[in-house]
């Protein structure tokens, strides 16, 4: 007959990702002729559960090099953008949801897509992409079985009669005399 057991265990109940696409515009402070650069940097996050929503709160920092006077100086804008997004996972089984822990990890870094100029404004997208787990208890139901395999007995004097006459013949009693 069979045994079975119940293993209450943490496992991911629901995972998921998402991209996400958002459009800025930053007037710099003297008239922009080409955007040189932009990066994404310091990006952080967090996640919580808000109903049967997962709502992730996090903030970068945007950096533009733009050129400006016909090309004949350079300036750099810092911005720091923070954004809300609110995502539905769904989850595979039920889980008391005080013990749901929520993870969210970066799967690719914010990045530029793209960035220019129009009317005196510089225009950019950025875009990252966010995966979500949510973790908690679930019960595993395992079947065992109660006998124990039998144990093999040991016998350090007992090694085969051509092993022993190897050692006989390799093991050099005056090996400390030997220079």
């Given at each position: 007959?069979?045994?079975?057991?119940?293993i209450v265990?943490?496992?991911?109940?629901?995972?998921?990702?998402k991209?996400f696409v958002?459009?800025?515009?930053v007037v710099?402070?003297?008239?922009?002729?080409?955007?040189?650069?932009?990066?994404?940097?310091?990006h952080?996050?967090?996640?919580s559960?808000v109903?049967?929503a997962i709502?992730?709160?996090g903030?970068y920092?945007?950096?533009?090099?733009?050129?400006c006077?016909?090309?004949?100086s350079?300036?750099?804008?810092?911005?720091?953008k923070?954004y809300?997004?609110?995502?539905h996972v769904?989850?595979?089984?039920?889980?008391?949801?005080?013990?749901?822990?929520?993870?969210?990890?970066?799967?690719?870094?914010?990045?530029?897509?793209?960035?220019?100029?129009?009317?005196?404004?510089?225009?950019?997208t950025?875009?990252?992409?966010?995966?979500?787990?949510?973790?908690?208890?679930?019960?595993?139901?395992?079947?065992y079985?109660?006998?124990e395999?039998?144990w093999d007995?040991l016998?350090?004097?007992?090694?085969?009669?051509d092993?022993?006459k190897?050692?006989?013949?390799?093991v050099?009693?005056?090996?400390?005399e030997?220079?």
């Open positions: 007959m069979a045994n079975y057991k119940e265990t943490k496992a991911v109940l629901g995972k998921g990702k991209t958002d459009s800025y515009s710099p402070t003297c008239n922009p002729t080409t955007v040189l650069g932009c990066w994404v940097i310091n952080s996050f967090s996640g559960k109903g049967d709502s992730i709160q903030k920092d945007v950096n533009i090099w733009y050129s006077q016909d090309d004949t350079t300036e750099v804008i810092k911005e720091t923070t809300e997004q609110t995502v769904k989850t595979r089984e039920s889980s008391d949801s005080s013990s749901e822990e929520i993870i969210v990890r970066s799967l690719t870094q914010p990045t530029c897509t793209s960035a220019t100029i129009e009317d005196g404004k510089i225009i950019y950025v875009e990252n992409e966010l995966g979500v787990e949510i973790v908690g208890d679930t019960k595993v139901k395992i079947q079985d109660e006998e395999e039998p007995n016998d350090e004097d007992e090694l085969p009669e092993a022993l190897q050692i006989d013949e390799e050099k009693e005056d090996y400390l030997e220079k």
